[in-house]
């Protein structure tokens, strides 16, 4: 594996993903193991893979991924920006089938916080008229 590579920081939720794409075989390794034993579940591997099938790379690259922080969900979904970022660094001309697809997006839905009064955020105490 060779220094050069090309980064990519993804987000989602509280999630965290710093990226880095090498010039390899197709091996995606996330903090220290093989993806396929982070993201057990074969949905998660999919959103993981999404960028790499679209823009027809799978196995042009070695990638490693530090990702921290969120749930397993939100920790694959910001792996696929970080990917789609680094992918847009090597590769400029990728943009236009990436932002089609939405993976350039920073999805930046988070938890409401829970609001004083309240029993949630929204959700209030039952009321009794009488």
């Known amino acids: 594996m060779s ?10 939720k509280t999630a965290t993903s710093r990226t880095r794409l090498y010039k390899g075989s197709g091996k995606i390794e996330v903090n220290g193991r093989p993806f396929e034993n982070y ?9 993981v893979r999404q960028p790499l099938v679209l823009a027809k790379l799978t196995d042009k690259f070695d990638i490693k991924v530090n990702v ?3 749930g397993i969900s939100g920790q694959a979904e910001a792996v696929r920006h970080g990917i789609s970022r680094a992918l847009l660094d090597y590769e400029l001309e990728l943009r236009g089938i990436l932002k089609k697809a939405g993976f350039l997006t920073r999805d930046s839905r ?3 916080r829970k609001k004083y009064g309240l029993r949630a955020a ?5 009321y009794s008229k009488r």
């Open 110 to 112: 988070v938890k409401e």
């Open 122 to 126: 929204r959700a209030r105490y039952q």
């Open 3 to 12: 220094n050069e590579f090309n980064y990519g920081t993804g987000r989602r």
């Open 68 to 70: 921290n922080g969120g």
């Open 39 to 47: 993201f057990t579940r074969k949905s998660l591997q999919m959103i």
